[in-house]
Nanobody, 124 residues
Framework: QVQLVESGGGLVQAGGSLRLSCAAS????????MGWFRQAPGKERRDFVG?????????RYADSVKGRFTISRDNAKNTVYLQMNSLKPEDTAVYYC????????????????WGQGTQVTVSS
């Protein structure tokens, strides 16, 4: 079992920045992927934001956030970060981190463990 705890959400003006953290505990894994997803208000689906492999060599972003968001990891702390710059009102969503043990996927259905989510609100 893996426990994931997100933090760092909040309210920010358009153009501002936030950094989200996702701390993992419990079962350890070396080759899995930590992904970030978001669920916008009124939408049922969770959209892929980006993902990073724990042991390096794989990093992906959604087109909508490329150049603005950066994912990094601190393996010693079992923590992954999502640095969000140049935020836009359309970035408003609940942001989730999740672990994909096996597939290096963009699809939320392939992820095995999820955090509780953290709200990010960007005002115009």
């Amino acid at each position: 079992q893996v426990q994931l705890v997100e933090s760092g959400g909040g309210l920010v003006q358009a153009g501002g920045s936030l950094r989200l953290s996702c701390a993992a505990s419990g079962r350890t894994f070396s080759s899995g992927v930590m992904g970030w997803f978001r669920q916008a208000p009124g939408k049922e689906r969770r959209d892929f934001v980006g993902a990073i492999r724990w042991n390096g060599g794989w990093l992906r972003y959604a087109d909508s956030v490329k150049g603005r968001f950066t994912i990094s990891r601190d393996n010693a702390k079992n923590t992954v970060y999502l640095q969000m710059n140049s935020l836009k009102p359309e970035d408003t969503a609940v942001y989730y981190c999740a672990v994909d043990i096996a597939t290096m996927s963009y699809r939320p259905d392939d992820y095995d463990y999820w955090g509780q989510g953290t709200q990010v609100t960007v005002s115009s």
